[in-house]
């Protein structure tokens, strides 16, 4: 698995150098310390910009906690779910073509705490580290472009998914944060809040715009979405599991492994792969029909990928989402400029066909998959 040469890089592919020091701590008393010394410029990185990032943490507390703590989030969020390498990106850029909606940036996910009061010093910064693409699929990065709110959310308070990424050595003790399978009451009661706060302090930037979320772990949580927002709506879009495991094998291999505190203790990512996708099923099968009716709306991405219009449009009109007369021009001219993107072709093993046809059979079965050749 390789890293980057580029040590600047490692300022956003490391993105707990927008934690606070408290937050940091907390995640090295949790991991008892345990750090790979073959990291320590990583380490070093991450403290350095924990304290030069202090005072303006401090600034931000002063000056916009009461106003975000007063933010009224008028308009239900809309959540898309969905396991990663399942075209939730795709689809999420689609749907912020429409300038009635805001979303989580990668400035506001990596830097939670400064990202109002600071973006004139912290957007420079991450800027400039920043790579022009994705690692795993060449997608264009940018610090105003989405960002999944795990990582902003797990920078404000020491739970969250993405922490294993860091840790990989506890990655199954941060996986249990997909569902919060035998996580405390009190630890869940504490994600609410930071997870509403986090979505009040975006909503404040916007001025009140609804917020389009894209964020994977959000599949095995919609009890926990409902309890805050009992009006929000749902988009699930989901792929063939065989494509989905080994487009996420290639995920991990190249984008995983500059989080990286710990050396890990395996070089396989397989079994992660096969656990995490099965805990976030179970729990969404259990879970999906507790969302009203005309709130979700399920997409097959091979159908999405047919024609990704008609799929937005039928997005809009299930969901009763107004604009779309206004939005589908801007639409149809992203769409445009992504037909030279090509998805990447897969190889399939033997062994890792028998294994996803015995371990994903619930979803394979369900959404009327057929075993590759």
Known sequence: MTE?????????????????????????????????????????????????????????????????????????????????????????????????????????????????????????????????????????????????????????????????????NKRMYYARYIN???????????????????????TYASKGKQLVLKNPPNTSRIKELLDMFPDAKFIHIYRNPYEVFNSTVKMYTSLVPPFFLQRPDTDSPNEVIFDVYEMMHKKFFAEKHLIPKNNFIEIRYEDFLQDPFKTIESIYSKLSLPGFAEAKDGIKAYISEQKSYKTNKHKFSREIIDEVSKRWDLTIKAWGYSRPE
Not at 43 to 58: E, G, H, V
Not at 81 to 94: D, E, K, N, P, V
Not at 145 to 160: A, H, T, W
Not at 180 to 202: A, G, I, M, R, S
């Open 180 to 202: 919060f399978e035998d996580v405390p009451e009190k630890k869940v009661n504490k994600w609410k809040q930071t997870y509403q706060f986090f979505l009040k302090k975006l």
């Open 4 to 168: 980057p040469k580029d040590l600047s890089m490692i300022a956003t592919e490391q993105t707990l150098t927008g934690t606070s020091m408290l937050n940091w701590l907390r995640l090295l008393w949790e991991n008892k310390f345990k750090l790979s010394f073959k990291y320590l410029h990583k380490i070093l990185l991450i403290n350095i910009m924990i304290i030069f990032s202090t005072p303006f943490i401090w600034f931000e507390r002063l000056f916009f906690t009461r106003r975000i703590k007063k933010t009224e989030i008028k308009h239900p969020p809309i959540f898309i779910l969905g396991h990663w390498r399942s075209g939730t990106t795709y689809l999420h850029m689609l749907l912020i073509q429409d300038k009635q909606f805001s979303f989580c940036s990668n400035l506001q996910s990596f830097m939670p705490f400064v990202f109002l009061g600071s973006t004139w010093l912290f957007g420079r910064i991450v800027a400039d580290a920043m790579p022009e693409k994705r690692r795993q699929d060449n997608f264009v990065l940018g610090i105003d472009l989405p960002s999944e709110e795990e990582f902003g959310v797990g920078n404000l308070y020491p739970i969250g998914f993405y922490h294993g990424l860091s840790f990989p």
